[in-house]
Nanobody, 123 residues
Framework: QVQFVESGGGSVQPGGSVGLSCAASGRTFSSYDMGWFRQAPGKEREFVAAITWSGTSTHYADSVKGRFTISRDNAKNTVYLQMNSLRPEDTAVYYC????????????????WGQGTQVTVSS
């Protein structure tokens, strides 16, 4: 089973930028569609962005569209999330996971979640 380790979070002022990384173990990473999710205090985990196994297609939540960019490097078993123009409402713990992406939408594949990485946007 693939495992994920997120990194790159931190504290940033509104309007700032942060880049996140998600390193995956296992030789099957390149066959998975991947996604980023986030969970703010007191809220349920929500979808942020997804990318197909080949990197040719991406999809974003409306709340981050135009500000966040998801990418991946299959040779490094890593998926990235570049976050620009950050807002206080982007404050959350960010997680990556393999996703199922079909006619019903995008959802976690059901594997184990990593520890996540905290992003705090505050002045």
């Amino acid at each position: 089973q693939v495992q994920f380790v997120e990194s790159g979070g931190g504290s940033v002022q509104p309007g700032g930028s942060v880049g996140l990384s998600c390193a995956a173990s296992g030789r099957t990473f390149s066959s998975y569609d991947m996604g980023w999710f986030r969970q703010a205090p007191g809220k349920e985990r929500e979808f942020v962005a997804a990318i197909t196994w080949s990197g040719t297609s991406t999809h974003y939540a409306d709340s981050v569209k135009g500000r966040f960019t998801i990418s991946r490097d299959n040779a490094k078993n890593t998926v990235y999330l570049q976050m620009n123009s950050l807002r206080p409402e982007d404050t959350a713990v960010y997680y990556c996971n393999a996703v199922i992406w079909d006619y019903r939408g995008i959802r976690p594949q059901g594997g184990t979640w990593g520890q996540g990485t905290q992003v705090t946007v505050s002045s």
